[in-house]
Nanobody
Framework: QVLLVESGGGLVQPGGSLRLSCAAPGIIFSTYTMGWYRQAPEKQRELVAD???????NYADSVSGRFTISRDNAKNTVTLQMNSLKPDDTAVYYC??????????WGQGTQVTVSS
């Protein structure tokens, strides 16, 4: 069973920063596109950012310029640095791994709450 383990969520004030990390020890990490999705209450899950095996990035318009995704293939980890956080960023954030549209895994989610 493949496990993606997220960490780093929590409560932060508007304008603050958080750093989410995801460890993926059970896959050939360097071959996967790694990403972060989020789901707010009563909303659909949406892509926040992803990073392909060759280093191409994709960001949702709502986070572009504020969030940065990065990966460390030697440590099998992907990180999402979130700056200038807004209340609208409040959601459960999920780590995601996919390869060849056939091998796909999700983390259990970590709560991010932006509130004063």
């Amino acid at each position: 069973q493949v496990l993606l383990v997220e960490s780093g969520g929590g409560l932060v004030q508007p304008g603050g920063s958080l750093r989410l990390s995801c460890a993926a020890p059970g896959i050939i990490f360097s071959t996967y596109t790694m990403g972060w999705y989020r789901q707010a209450p009563e909303k659909q899950r949406e892509l926040v950012a992803d990073l392909t095996s060759i280093g191409s990035t994709n960001y949702a318009d709502s986070v572009s310029g504020r969030f940065t995704i990065s990966r460390d293939n030697a440590k099998n980890t992907v990180t999402l640095q979130m700056n200038s956080l807004k209340p609208d960023d409040t959601a459960v954030y999920y780590c995601h791994a996919i390869r060849n549209r056939a091998y796909e895994y999700w983390g259990q989610g970590t709560q991010v709450t932006v509130s004063s």
